[in-house]
């Protein structure tokens, strides 16, 4: 999608003159525009390309927007206490027109410039909250299920295998099983895609933003999603240790099958991110490369993970 096309989609969604439209930072699976309308208002532009858009060689099965449609439709702005979201203004083809909620600092933003780590706190208790809800969608996204598949859990053998782990093929079949156990719908709705830059920060209060691999699923994929990246900033540095083991208390206990499928999705981000198809450029130096690589062996090997 180019800024005209962006425009002229806003314009005839929300049948109002569109005079600007100009791309935003940060997005890695979809073409994202600010457009600012007739009045000077502006809104978002979310298009979602057969692929991954920073990654035109990865498919990704553009019906995504309508399972990001979906949620914030069920959502309508809110997502749990002082947790909100976008609101959806539109909804044309495989885009979407939302809110714009502005220029805010994302989590990682937010903490690595010395923010109240109270949002921790926040947003664990807000996502228990999400999760535990019934008015939520119970469509199932297989598309997005499918590829993580490929993409994340099935790369874990062979990645684990380069850096010679003698372990590395049973390791990859326990990534592999827990990819393949959310082929099925689970019994919780889930973002999907909780990592640092999907959690805007206003003066304490979050929004959620990126909804698009949301679907009915299992928990470990927020929760372990949101551990590994906090783990993970914490050794390189970007933000205060001890997060991550702060966000688990906050959330609550889980039982003993939750655990175990939390800490064997963290191993697979963080091993994808660190030294797998979505790894650093340039690389993250040696010690977080050992670091990581240890914390994705304890959690394979023992369901475990090691935050303090």
Not at 173 to 184: K, N, Y
Not at 185 to 195: H, I, K, R, S
Not at 245 to 252: C, E, K, M, P, S
Request: with cysteine.
């Amino acid at each position: 999608m180019t800024p005209a096309e962006a425009r002229a989609l806003a314009a005839a969604v929300l049948q109002v003159p569109a005079t600007a439209a100009v791309p935003c930072r940060g997005g890695l699976l979809n073409e994202v525009f600010r457009v600012t309308l007739d009045g000077g208002r502006t809104v978002i532009v979310k298009h979602a390309p057969p692929h991954i858009a920073s990654q035109p060689s990865v498919p990704l099965d553009p019906a995504r927007s309508g399972f990001e449609a979906d949620a914030l439709r069920a959502l309508s702005g809110r997502a749990a206490p002082r947790l909100r979201t976008p609101r959806l203004l539109g909804q044309r083809g495989h885009s979407i027109v939302i809110e714009d909620l502005g220029d805010l600092p994302d989590l990682r933003a937010w903490l690595s410039s010395g923010g109240d780590r109270g949002v921790i706190d926040t947003l664990a208790r807000g996502l228990c909250a999400l999760h535990a809800r019934d008015d939520t969608p119970h469509t199932h996204n297989l598309p997005i299920q499918q590829t993580r598949l490929v993409v994340q859990y099935q790369s874990i053998g062979p990645t684990l295998a380069a850096l010679g782990v003698p372990d590395a093929a049973a390791l990859g079949q326990r990534a592999v099983a827990l990819g393949e156990a959310l082929l099925a719908p689970g019994d919780t709705f889930v973002m999907g895609d909780l990592w640092p830059p999907s959690v805007l920060v206003d003066r304490g209060r979050l929004s959620l933003i990126d909804w698009e691999m949301s679907t009915r699923g299992r928990r470990c994929q927020d929760v372990g999603h949101l551990v590994a990246h906090l783990w993970l900033d914490a050794a390189r540095g970007t933000i205060p240790a001890g997060l991550a083991a702060r966000f688990l208390d906050a959330y609550g206990p889980l039982p003993a099958p939750d655990r175990a499928q939390v800490a064997v999705h963290a191993a697979a981000e963080v091993l994808v991110r660190v030294a797998g198809p979505f790894s650093a450029d340039p690389p993250d130096p040696p010690r977080v490369q050992r670091a990581a690589l240890d914390f994705a062996l304890t959690a394979l090997r023992q369901g475990t993970l090691c935050l303090r």
